[in-house]
């Protein structure tokens, strides 16, 4: 079987075994701060084994794809050098929320794995691990499975924080339990021991299928209580059951990755199908591809940072190869052909995805060239034959500036690396990677809840209102004083909790003798919270209270809600399908809306798009709500934000033909009630990623009468009309462009007088003709200029100036070519600069610096002499 077949294998075995098929989630985890990215096929179903997330199912299977590529899975530089080490991979997995347990998920794996039905591998080539003291894993495998004892490896806990030897832990707290794992024997022909072996690093027996049962819940002192409702999951790498069952040694090998490195062999020249760098290139174009499919864009930090890593990584690996100009970008088509029936987004953003990494790739050459520009720089500024470490990590890390070519240059120079240096720097950034991927998180801390609240908010702000749970803080209270914030929780509420961009209603939770102040609404799994404070009174459990929304901020939300849909349909429809929702922002105040396009708006196409969205509510279409299952929903044409998790039975909110989304947000009944649409804001947030900010209704029109106002102030101050103000304005600009240059003249007088002045004041020491000297009211440019008359001036000397602007030093440091052998400019400025509190560097001939320690000028002016003695 190819990998595609082995894929769909997967999935249809297990859902004849009754499993929903889920389809692979992004890549950036939805909701949970505790990932970089996704990294295994449970963790779009974190919250259902949490209990936060309630499905209509007990059984699933996916393909999920996953990446590893930072914080504790950083394995970055192993890639393409092993044989089993990728940035990306698919996870093949099976789960069990509450439903089957040990019995079934083993008989399933097996089943799978040696029946002639599906994968027929060979039981006498299976070996299983099970937790040492998992004894009913263990009889299950010896005694209904029946794989012999002596191939049943008991693995113990040796303390290890995370997923260690067969005990598999989410977190430091939550659910937990004991691993089963089924390794495949490749051979005696092949080194290495069974697993818990002195020898079970080696390839021959290799990890395939792992199976984690979750019947513990660990509390932060450690104890362990049994799970009401034991869960299963699974994984099992695509990649490595694909290479055994294709059997093959190398995942490289599969048929896969071997389509792949031919299309990398293509755009690269190189004809060796077994080189390193085509493998680094066929792995990275996976990880990079889906990344930006999911939203990922190439930035200099966060997940970006990793992104633009892999990336760079590949180029090199591309460039060492000789590949000429940009060529990784062409790899996505080849991708396209292999993945893109299982991951049809891929397909559908082939394009957008080519032009981020062609746009990238356009990027790092640049950078290339201002690396050169820095290392020359450093070179020339060198007091000894060694480049600091500290460069060359600072080249490599934020120029993407390979050590090889550093390394490189600096022999043709007949200079060495402070490697020892470079990897100390490395490492402290490996340190802060591990640190930004270990995200502490205790999942017993947040609100223990199983309520689920109602939304009754759509047709009305006002209602009969029931307190079900009060907390202060996370624990629960049976009332809150006056004075006291707190949460309250009902099983039925008018206030909207905060989700899909549009934020929390504020308002009233009042009744007799008592008024909780709402200051926000949130979400916690099912249910709504209210967070506040009892303004008046005592509120307690089961309290009757009547319900009150801000109707003015929910109206005024709901204005700018209703635009947001509006604008994308009209971004979409004057820039293109490659526009994507990328985030956005709805409160009472105004809109802000993130979308996906590689170039700034010019003001031609935003008043474009402002025309446009405000003809549509000049239409005053009807808006409309429906509730439908999500294929219908997608069917009909409604756009759904992908990464979003949805329900399956959504809402599709339309506005007349022009625009029809998912969304569970609150709106207009019609276009037109939204009044007027002004954009205020047009700009970039990240690589390929712009953001338009907008206010509507009442909101706009005070903008545009504050507007009109300081019109009206500009036409007073330039004593003008409206009609005339452009003209009036520009004259003002032109009249004060000549009144600088005038301004620049007159300081470039000032400087050669000074410099006449100056040049009779030089004096000799040891043969040298030197000066130092402290200029008054002479700006930077200013004191540059008077240094290079004065060095035409006196022919031959050592000079220094300094100029002081307040509680700041400018200096300037000359030395005329013919005493450059003895004498350096910058070595010269950094003697000064130290004494000041400040720093400085340049060339032999010519440096600048600056201090912030005034005080201190005249005695570092003094030091000059003794500098100039000293190396005479």
Known sequence: MNSAQIRQAFLDYFKQQGHEVVPSSPLVPGNDPTLLFTNAGMVQFKDVFLGSDKRSYTRATSSQRCVRAGGKHNDLENVGYTARHHTFFEMLGNFSFGDYFKQDAIRFAWELLTSEQWFGLPQ???????????DEAFEIWRDQIGVPAERIVRIGDKGGRYNSDNFWAMGDTGPCGPCTEVFYDHGPEIWGGPPGSPEEDGDRYIEIWNIVFMQFNRAADGTMAPLPKPSVDTGMGLERIAAVLQNVHSNYEIDLFQ?????????TGCEDLEHKSLRVIADHIRSCAFLVVDGVLPSNEG??????????????????????????????????AEMGAAYPELAEQQAQVERVLLKEEEQFAKTLEKGMRILEQDIADLDGKEIPGETVFTLYDTYGFPVDLTADIAREREL?????????????????????????VDYNESLALDTETLFAGYDGLARPAKVARLFRGAEEASCLEAGEEGVVVMPETPFYAESGGQVGDTGLLRGEGVCFQVTDTTKQGKAFLHHGKVIEGSLS???????LVDAEARQATAFNHSAT?????????????HVNQKGSLVDAERLRFDFSHFEALSREQLLGIEASVNALIRANLPVTTQLMNIEQAKAKGAMALFGEKYDEDVRVVSMGEASMELCGGTHVQRTGDIGWFKIVSEGGIAAGVRRIEALTGPAAQRWIGETEKNLDRLTGLVKGSRDSLVEKVGSVIERNRQLEKELEQLKAKLASSAGNDLAAQADEVAGVRLLAAKLEGVDPKALRDTLDQLKNKLGSAVILLAAVQGEKISLAAGVTQDLTGRFKAGELIKHVATQVGGKGGG??????????EPESLSAALASVRDWVQERA
């Not at 890593?309 to 062409?330: D, P, S, T, V, Y």
């Open 124 to 134: 006498e080539k299976l070996w299983v691990t099970v937790y040492e003291e998992d």
């Open 416 to 440: 060495e690396l402070d490697m020892v240096g470079f990897e100390r720097q490395m490492e402290a950034q490996r340190e802060r990677a591990r640190a930004a991927g270990q995200f502490a």
């Open 843 to 852: 060339r032999p001939d010519m440096a600048q610096g600056g201090g912030t």
């Open 565 to 577: 849909h509006l604008l994308h349909a009209v971004l979409r429809d004057q820039l293109g399908d």
């Open 259 to 267: 389509n792949l490195l031919k299309a990398a062999a293509e755009v």
């Open 303 to 336: 997940r970006g940072y990793v992104l633009r890593r892999i990336l760079r990584r590949a180029i090199r690996h591309g460039n060492k190869l000789g590949a000429k100009g940009a060529f990784f970008h062409k790899l996505v088509a080849a991708l396209v």
């Open 541 to 547: 459990a089961g309290a009757e209270l009547e319900a």
